[in-house]
């Protein structure tokens, strides 16, 4: 018996770009909550501008992903709510199945976004109302927070579990990809926090920590890179991910440009003259976090359709 190449019984999805980029914002609102969950109760008091930053970020880039997921089903985008709801006559209830990958992520999306939007909220009313505790308080607001950092975690790593769990060559073939897209959307958050830094110069103080952070990400996703590739490999469908070579390139050159800390830390500045003191760093993590945002759309796509 030959076990140099796995076997496969199903036809290919036939995902489309909507299915691309529904990865891609659900690996950022979910890396973008937990990173901000993080800056506010392990960092200190100049890391919460920061955290407001991924709370912010969290909340559209949770909206569009139903909206993403909606729209690939074409003609059929109206019977999106029959995934939350059972409408079989004499059977009309929630439709939650536990047993299913898709219903399990089509409801963790639902909930997660419950504690997004009151995450975001909360932070608004921080900014804008001036109430350091916010909404629901401090001892309140670190629990909620947590517990919607693990759902954040969830629905980061979920669309990675998904495809393994299906019986598609590649996709199915390997055990790093729930792994995989976690690391590469805490990397994408990191990269997006620093990015509108420049919009909030008094996040400015969390650019080392998130620099860090940022490489920590990396090195783990380039493992679980290596494991990837291995493990496809040894189930003999490596030759479906080689016509994406080029976009392997553009994630490891993404990865690389973190881990080789490019981005250099923050200097400590006085408020008055800390735009102008700041240009020099702010274009070099610039470069640096769309650079990282790039490669993570890429893994998700060359992942995406080498099965296909």
């Known amino acids: 018996m030959h076990l140099d190449a796995a076997e496969h019984f199903v036809r290919a999805p036939e995902w489309t770009w909507y299915i691309l980029f529904y990865f891609f914002f659900a690996g950022l ?57 059972d409408v079989t006559p004499g059977d009309v209830g929630l439709n939650f199945k536990y047993w299913s990958p898709m219903s399990v992520g089509v409801w963790a999306l639902l ?27 401090a001892s309140i607001g670190r629990t909620f927070t947590i517990v919607g950092s693990i759902f954040g ?50 996040a400015a103080f969390s650019l080392e920590r998130l620099r860090v952070a940022d490489a920590y990400f990396s090195i783990l996703e380039l493992v679980l890179l290596v494991a990837f590739f291995a493990t496809v490999a040894v189930a003999g469908t490596a030759g479906l991910i ?9 994630a490891l050159i993404g990865i690389g440009a973190s881990m080789m800390g490019i981005r250099q830390p923050a200097r400590r500045v ?12 702010a274009l070099e993590a610039t470069v640096v976090s769309i650079l990282v945002l790039v490669a993570v759309l890429a893994m998700r796509a060359a992942v995406i359709f080498s099965a296909q």
């Open 29 to 85: 609102a979910g890396g973008s909550y937990v990173l901000a969950t993080l800056l506010r109760l392990a960092g200190g008091p100049r890391d919460e501008p920061a955290a407001r930053l991924g709370f912010y970020i969290s909340l559209p880039a949770t909206l569009i992903c139903p909206i993403l997921l909606t729209a690939d089903l074409g003609a059929s985008w109206l019977r999106f709510w029959h995934m939350l709801v």
């Open 111 to 137: 909930v997660f976004g419950f504690f997004v939007a009151v995450s975001a909220l909360d932070t608004w009313v921080r900014d804008r109302r001036g109430r350091p505790a916010g909404i629901l308080g």
């Open 153 to 202: 975690l969830f629905i980061a790593s979920y669309t990675g579990v998904l495809l393994s769990v299906s019986n598609q060559p590649v996709w199915s073939d390997t055990w790093a990809l729930g792994g995989l897209f976690l690391a590469s959307g805490l990397s994408g958050a990191a990269a997006a926090i620093t990015l509108l830094v420049r919009y909030r110069p008094d």
């Open 242 to 250: 080689v016509p994406w070579l080029p976009l392997w390139i553009i």
């Open 270 to 281: 006085q408020a008055s003259g800390e735009s102008a003191a700041m240009a020099p760093v």
